[in-house]
């Protein structure tokens, strides 16, 4: 199975090529930035496609991830995504980040559990909490982070994800430390195109996985006073 896999939900601009039937990736490019995805992105694929030698329409799906994350740098994967898949008529799956961080550390078969937190920022993380072998213990979730470090009644984990560094500073002095913090800007495009081999278009569709609404609302008075449309 040939994967294009898509990431730009927050702080880099990823895709990748993998042949999950050789055990292969074939190419990969990412660029770290906080900004830009929608200008950087289709020329970063162009440059991906080249350099693997696999033309659009010899793909079996396009991976992407869904969020949490950026809400601009969401939408910019997912429209590319998308339009692709429906281009080259291929199935579009989405992988949640909070799980692409998630998954080198479960492929180590660790016994320690697995936080995957991400910067929600006001205080808070999105968040989840797995088991070494990956079963559920908290699902995902946005939280004040006091609330996130509760997770440490599971034992010492292994902190992943770009909020890891922000739990690590605030660990209960109670309990047991850390086992190992890896402090990630993004998650590894390599592991959302694996997991985009995994999963079934059926059950992991390519739409916006946020846990929260949009920071931006519209004021009050907007929504009791639309403007009208001018006469002329």
């Given at each position: 199975m040939l994967i294009l896999a898509i990431d730009t939900a927050l702080d880099a601009c990823a895709a990748a090529v993998l042949d999950a039937g050789a055990g292969q990736l074939i190419a990969q490019e990412s660029q770290p930035m906080k900004r830009g995805h929608a200008e950087a992105l289709m020329p970063l694929i162009a440059?991906?496609?080249?350099?693997?030698?696999?033309?659009?329409?010899?793909?079996?799906r396009v991976a992407v991830t869904t969020g949490p994350g950026s809400f601009t740098g969401l939408r910019v994967g997912l429209s590319a995504a998308r339009g692709i898949g429906l281009a080259a008529n291929k199935p579009v799956v989405g992988v949640t980040t909070l799980t692409a961080y998630a998954?080198?550390?479960?492929?180590?078969?660790?016994?320690?559990?697995?936080?995957?937190?991400?910067?929600?920022?006001?205080?808070?993380?999105?968040?989840?909490?797995?088991?070494?072998?990956?079963?559920?213990?908290?699902?995902p979730r946005v939280a004040p982070i006091e609330e996130a470090l509760?997770?440490?009644?599971?034992g010492a984990p292994w902190l992943?994800?770009?909020?890891?560094?922000?739990?690590?500073?605030?660990?209960?002095?109670?309990?047991?430390?850390?086992?190992?913090?890896?402090?990630?800007?993004?998650?590894?495009?390599?592991?959302?195109?694996?997991?985009?081999?995994?999963?079934?278009p059926n059950t992991a569709p390519a739409r916006p996985y946020y846990l929260r609404a949009p920071d931006a609302k519209?004021?009050?008075?907007m929504l009791q006073n639309p403007p009208q449309p001018s006469a002329s």
């Open positions: 440059r991906v496609i080249k350099a693997s030698g696999i033309a659009f329409a010899s793909l079996d998954a080198p550390v479960v492929s180590q078969n660790s016994e320690q559990p697995v936080i995957s937190a991400i910067d929600a920022r006001h205080d808070q993380v999105y968040y989840q909490v797995v088991s070494g072998n990956g079963g559920s213990l908290i699902r509760g997770a440490s009644r599971f992943v994800g770009n909020a890891a560094k922000i739990l690590a500073d605030r660990w209960p002095a109670h309990a047991a430390p850390p086992f190992k913090v890896d402090m990630l800007p993004a998650p590894d495009i390599t592991w959302v195109a694996w997991l985009g081999a995994a999963v079934s519209p004021q009050k008075d």
